[in-house]
């Protein structure tokens, strides 16, 4: 039953506050990551270990979270998130070694995975259904501005504090968002009496947690050649179609896919797999670019993308009460669409002589885009759902922009590796004897070297690292150019996918419940 007045708004900032907790640190400790890395004595391999591991159990846990908040009551459930997800960012902030941090956070993923869904079912339901634009608006703040925000507040802990503190700040949040879900959120009643579905579990953790480890692992492990990436591919592959078989034919699935029934759900799965791989794709090439390429610290960079997401927040709103006037949900994602090709348009642009201001509009742009995006998909792939169908979508839902996100990482990660190795070898041809540019140019890195005091083979020698220098970032510079043309047109082939989706003004999806 949908509430009014304080209690709404006051039940609205509780499940905000909940998922910001999730979301930002999806993102948050990646920025850490070389501080943690020295300060535990831990190789870059194994401290990626420390992003995997939240990530697996956070993409596991998601489509469980309906069943589980059915089963043990939705309060209790998200109750009881909030509380294991604040012990484990104590812990993770007190670890010592490696194996604890690893540890401490996979039990922070496996409490974020009951949050983020949680927080959006019982949203939905406080909300009147004829405010699901609204509602689902709000609850893209979270979703959107954290992952952006994550790497800002980050940078930001980080160069002014300790990484550990990245972990304690979420505790008085925690306990502040634990307060409020105890007061004022009512509880769910609790499917009681039905067995428990131990194989869905347990295939669902085998195929979904060996997907997303080789979306986190494959390109750090050269993907086939490594033995565990292979192994773990065949297994992702037999447990997700013996996942399916099982859900589809038991009684009591832990995963409901009748859900799928609602074309536009169905269809919503894959919109919300090309979000997450915008989303997150973007943010992670963007720093990678700013640090890597344009000499940018981790807070500068953190610091170009909060205008964006104040964007975002901004637009939200507005957003939300155009789908309630009934504007059509396709409509404003395709025009989100087409501004996210836009903003990968001006960046794959980009030049060695870039700076701050060149970057500011086009992320302004996808902060726009990004508000027209989140609101109207996730309302198309909800909007018909209802009752416990609620819950069990919005865990699919979130699931599929995760997966999106690691895949968008995992792709353009492979995509840049890839063109990286092109645009070097196309480069290389150019420095031969026989070409008069090079020989031009060499000539005049060397006789200013030689005027700066140094002999004829120093000056050579330092010519030509010169120049390998100028290949080096060259590359670089083509390769993120590629990595971002790349993201724009998968999101800009997309949009037909929209017009999959009925056409249905929020009122006339009301009269349906």
Known sequence: MAETGFKKWIITITVIMASL?????????????????????????????????????NVIVLPMSGWLGDRFGRKNYFLTSIIVFTIASFLCGNATTLEELVLFRIL???????????????????????????????FGLGAVVGPTVGPTIGGWITENYSW??????????????????????????????RPVDWWGILLLAISVGS????????????????GYITVLTVTAILGAILFVWRETSTDHPVVNFNIMRHRSFAVGMFTSFILGFGLYGSVFVFPVFCQNLLGFNAQQTGELLFPGGLCTIVMMPFIGKM???????QFMATAGMFLFFVFTWMLSNSTLATGEKDVMVPLLIRGVGMALLFVP???????????????????LNNMMRQLGGSFGIAALTTIIHIRQGYHRSTLIENINPYNPQFNERLHMLTQGFVAKGKSVLDATEMAYRAIEGTVIRQ???????????????????????????????????????
């Open 108 to 138: 922070q993923g496996i409490a974020g995975g009951g949050l983020i869904s949680t927080a959006q079912a019982i949203l939905l339901e406080t909300w009147p259904r004829e405010q699901i634009g609204t509602a689902t608006a709000l």
């Open 21 to 57: 907790l999730e979301l930002i640190d999806t993102t948050i400790v990646n920025v850490a990551i070389p501080h943690i890395q020295g300060n535990l004595g831990a190789t870059l391999e194994d401290i990626a270990w420390v992003v995997t591991g939240y990530a697996v159990a």
């Open 323 to 329: 789908l309630n006037k009934g504007v059509p949900a």
């Open 377 to 395: 998909l996730t309302t198309l792939a909800m909007a018909d759902l209802k009752g416990p169908e609620i819950g069990q979508g919005s865990g």
């Open 211 to 226: 997907l997303q480890t080789i979306l986190e692992k494959g390109e750090s492990e050269d993907w086939f050649a490594t």
């Open 475 to 513: 590359t670089m510079l083509l390769t993120y150019d590629d990595a971002y043309w790349i993201s724009g047109l998968i999101m800009l082939f997309s949009i037909p996918l929209l017009y999959l989706q009925p056409f249905k003004k929020l009122k006339a999806v009301t009269d349906a419940h």
């Open 164 to 193: 550990p503190w990245i972990f304690y700040v979420n505790i008085p949040v925690g306990a502040l968002a634990a307060f409020l879900t105890i007061t004022y959120i009512k509880e769910t009643p609790k499917v009681i009496g």
